[in-house]
Nanobody, 121 residues
Framework: VQLQASGGGLVQAGGSLRLSCAAP????????MAWFRQAPGKEREYVAFVDYDRKKYYSESAKGRFTISTEAAKNTMFLEMNSLKPEDTAVYYC????????????????WGQGTLVTVSS
């Protein structure tokens, strides 16, 4: 499926951003939807994902600060990020995959183009 991420930008530490990921119709009922990020020099890591039952999962770094959600009527997934830290600086990607829930990025076969989030101290 074709995904399109947006919403990144420059924000001060402690601030908030909301990322969006546009997807084709009916994607959310047939795909696991996820957000990943990749900081310079580091491997891509999962941030959050939502399964077919709309159950949400978060990495330890995202738990309590980030919220993943989907709005089926708009065919859009969101990542609300609060209390941002400089270590959250990365390119954020939305991704999708059919089948089982997994957290490793190699299993995801559909990716958005990435949106850069920069958190200044």
């Amino acid at each position: 499926v074709q995904l399109q991420a947006s919403g990144g930008g420059l924000v001060q530490a402690g601030g908030s951003l909301r990322l969006s990921c546009a997807a084709p119709e009916r994607t959310f009922s047939t795909y696991i939807m996820a957000w990943f990020r990749q900081a310079p020099g580091k491997e891509r890591e999962y941030v959050a994902f939502v399964d077919y039952d709309r159950k949400k999962y978060y990495s330890e770094s995202a738990k309590g600060r980030f919220t993943i959600s989907t709005e089926a009527a708009k065919n859009t997934m969101f990542l609300e990020m609060n209390s941002l830290k400089p270590e959250d600086t990365a390119v954020y990607y939305c991704a999708a995959k059919p089948g089982a829930i997994v957290t490793w990025y190699e299993a995801y076969n559909s990716w958005g183009q990435g949106t850069l989030v920069t958190v200044s101290s």
